[in-house]
């Protein structure tokens, strides 16, 4: 399959790992669904096999891991200097309506995750200091998102090129330190933890167009319609952007 350049596997729940050999499909474009966990299978797919794929422009990742993207992750992902799209999913977290956990348990989680991911820092001396996501980036997603506080990878100003943000459930409380005044449009879903008055989303996305929300009570202050859509009044057909 060395001509393919579409690849989708994505809600393939039964599956815990992928094939190294994808590092070999060197023509791939769009990556959709590819699995990354804690698999000590030397045959397990990594983010570093991905960076032998030079073309490739969209990528979808689903992990079990709480703590991704770990510094080593978040290396090799910068590497992928053709990415314009990129979309993390975290496996068990509840998407839909308000989470089982307490704020207490939200908090400890977050810890935890912290804790962890400090850990596995330690481990990577070598690094760069400074580790952010691929500059070429244009759109954003990020779902089931486990930490309350955003991480220090999504508050770099490395994000210049990025204009679309969706970030559907998970425990993130802010957006204060998300960098990227580039953005044009903005997509939250099922963010109960969410608070964010709307004066702090006008000086934070000076350049946003569109922004949309559903099952967000945090941001009932925001000027939407019915339909939970807010466009800027000199943008039409905004929502064909979204694709």
Known sequence: LKNLTHLDISECYLL?????????LFKLQVLKGIIIGDSKDKKSCTINDLTKLPKL???????SMKEFPTDLQLHHLQRLKSLLKLKI???????RGKTDDSAKQAQLFSKQ????RSFIEQRDPKLPLLLKLPSSLQKLELEGFPEIDTPDWLRSDNLDNLKK???????????DK???TTVQ????KYLSNLEMPWKDIMMLYPNLIYLEKVECPGLNSFPCDLNG???????????MWWI
């Open 185 to 188: 449009m903005l997509q939250f």
């Open 57 to 63: 422009r969209k990528l979808s990742i689903s992990t």
């Open 229 to 239: 859509v807010w466009m800027r009044k000199d943008c039409h057909r905004c929502q």
């Open 113 to 116: 995750t912290t804790l962890t």
């Open 178 to 180: 998300i960098v990227a």
């Open 165 to 175: 943000l969706c970030i559907r459930g998970g425990l993130l409380c802010n957006l």
């Open 89 to 95: 999913s975290w496996l068990g977290c509840i998407l």
């Open 16 to 24: 815990d790992h992928m094939p190294k050999g994808l590092g070999a």
